[in-house]
Every structure is written in structure tokens, then in C-alpha cells.
């Protein structure tokens, strides 16, 4: 396990149970897969995991418990050498059905996620000092603690904006870099980098599946390459994904989170980061199964 700069992710963790099939069922119908796969999953989680395959410190603060799931989910994220903060002893965690389909690598989920649960936050103080926070936002009270917490231990917060959460009111303004998908969209309307600057962001990345990832920054707190094209008073610019084949798409944007935190915490300014956050997510998507990527990775984000 790594020594260097590490990083706190702050959210939520499931059991994933992924099947590979020809295509999914039709109502009624049953399918046989062509291959299983068990493993941790949850966008934190996740996030984690590739953090510390790049050579991270990884600690993951989340609400795990100690059902027969959770003591899976457990021993693969120990096996990946992610530091595990569990804050609910009494947590039942969710199972995630996936079915990846071959030839496109499209992916459906269900899942319960993190239900209701919110989980007091911990002694942030015991942990290890981050360089980089990353929040997914599914746990509210503990999201707002971290971001707190980080900040006042001079960290970065990055968020995790897979979809608005009412959360995200308070946790934007407390963001250095707030990522999110294309189709994210504030209760005003607003979408794309710039908005999320304007909703008190320090930065807003907007990532977009093959598309190039547009980014926006509107605040020194996150150092900027100089070859960044201005967009008035802000600095703007794009990092191109390179076309590659793409055989499974789970954790592509988790896989994205992870290379980020991990470079951020390394010192790379944003667009570097933001390049080794593409490298590994265009990796990942070339490999079948959760897991079978990571030993690689690294490779894959020094070419």
C-alpha cells in the first residue's frame, strides 16, 4: 500500500452482481450468462479501488455492516488495498443486479443503493491526512461533514455528481471540482461547466461517454495547466477520449473519478488530471469483468 498523498472516498458501497448475456431479458423471459462476476461496487467504492491500483493511499469511509454481503464486498475491497472506514455495524447492504450486454458492453442496474441509511460521520481526525476528498453525495450528513472536514485539513473536495441530490445545494460551494455527466442538471435549469462554476463550484467538469470532457474553472483553488483556453474571467478548455473498442461500460465513470482523485493527489494540475482520469477510464472500458483492468492500469495511464 502506498505511503504517499492519499485520499478519503465518502459514500456509499453495494455488493455487485454482474452477469455478461447476448442481451437482457424480455418480461417473462430468462437468459443464460455468458459469465458472473462478485465484487464491491458503488461509486465511492469503486472510485477507491482504482485510486489504489494507480498507487494511492485509499481510504474508503462508508456504511458497510457485517452481513454475509457486506463480508464480501469487505474482502475485495481489502484484496485491492483500500483502507476500510465502516460507520454502520447494523448497515444490510444492497445488492446490485447488473446485466452487461456483449457487443455493446451497455450495462442495466438495479439496486437499493444506499436506502436510508445516513450514517453518522466519524472522527475525522484519526484518519489519515488526504490530499484529495472524493464525495458522492449518497450519504447527506456524512457528505457535509467530509467536505467539511477536508477543507479544513487543506484537501481537495472533489464531488461525484451522478444525478441532483438536495445535498448538492450545500456540497457544490464546498467543492474545488464538482464532476458530473452530461445529462446532470441543476434546479435552475442550468447545465454544463460553467453552471456548476456559478453555483459556487471551484471548478465544473462535464464528462460526456466518447465525447471530450469540457471543464471550466472559476477560482485559483485548483491550479490550471497554462495552455487552458480563457472563457472571460474563467479558464476553459477540453481533453479529447480517445475512440476505443468498448466491450463493458460498468464503472467507466467511477473508474473516471478515481484516476482523478489519485492525480490530483499526485499534484497534477487539473487538465493533466483530467487526461489520466480519460486514460483510465478508456482502459477500463476495454476489459470484460469489474476488476480485470486494474492490474494494468497504471500502464495504461503513463502511455
Request: proline share 6%; with cysteine.
Amino acid at each position: 500500500m502506498s505511503t504517499g498523498p492519499g485520499v478519503w472516498c465518502v459514500g456509499l458501497t453495494t455488493l455487485d452482481v454482474v452477469h455478461r448475456a447476448e442481451a437482457a431479458p424480455a418480461r417473462n423471459q430468462k437468459v443464460t450468462a455468458t459469465r458472473q462476476d462478485v465484487a464491491a461496487g458503488g461509486p465511492a467504492a469503486n472510485a477507491a479501488v482504482v485510486a489504489a491500483a494507480l498507487g494511492t493511499r485509499a481510504t474508503l469511509v462508508t456504511a458497510l455492516g457485517t452481513s454475509a454481503m457486506a463480508t464480501a464486498a469487505r474482502a475485495d475491497l481489502t484484496a485491492r488495498s483500500v483502507q476500510v472506514v465502516d460507520l454502520a455495524a447494523e448497515h444490510e447492504l444492497a445488492v446490485s443486479a447488473i446485466l452487461v450486454e456483449e457487443g455493446t458492453g451497455a450495462r442495466t442496474v438495479t439496486s437499493l443503493d444506499g436506502g436510508a441509511a445516513d450514517p453518522d460521520p466519524p472522527d475525522f481526525a484519526a484518519l489519515p491526512d488526504p490530499a484529495v476528498v472524493l464525495i458522492d453525495g449518497h450519504y447527506p450528513t456524512l457528505a457535509v461533514a467530509a467536505a467539511r472536514a477536508a477543507r479544513e485539513r487543506g484537501a481537495l473536495v472533489v464531488l461525484d455528481a451522478g444525478r441532483w441530490r438536495p445535498v448538492f445545494a450545500e456540497l457544490i460551494p464546498l467543492a474545488h471540482v464538482v464532476a458530473a455527466s452530461a445529462d446532470f442538471t441543476l434546479p435552475d435549469g442550468g447545465r454544463g461547466p460553467g453552471a456548476l462554476v456559478a453555483a459556487g463550484a471551484g471548478a465544473g467538469v462535464i464528462t460526456a461517454g466518447a465525447g471530450p470532457v469540457r471543464f471550466v474553472t472559476g477560482a485559483s483553488t485548483v491550479e490550471s495547466d497554462s495552455s487552458d483556453d480563457k472563457d472571460g474571467d474563467a479558464r476553459a478548455g477540453e481533453v479529447r477520449v480517445p475512440a476505443v473498442p468498448v466491450r463493458d461500460t460498468l464503472g467507466a465513470g467511477d473508474a473516471f473519478h478515481g484516476g482523478l482523485v489519485a492525480a490530483l493527489a499526485a499534484g497534477d494540475p487539473l487538465r493533466r488530471a483530467l487526461e489520466a482520469a480519460v486514460a483510465v477510464a478508456s482502459h477500463r472500458v476495454q476489459h470484460v469483468g469489474p476488476r480485470s483492468y486494474l492490474d494494468t492500469v497504471p500502464t495504461a495511464v503513463q502511455q
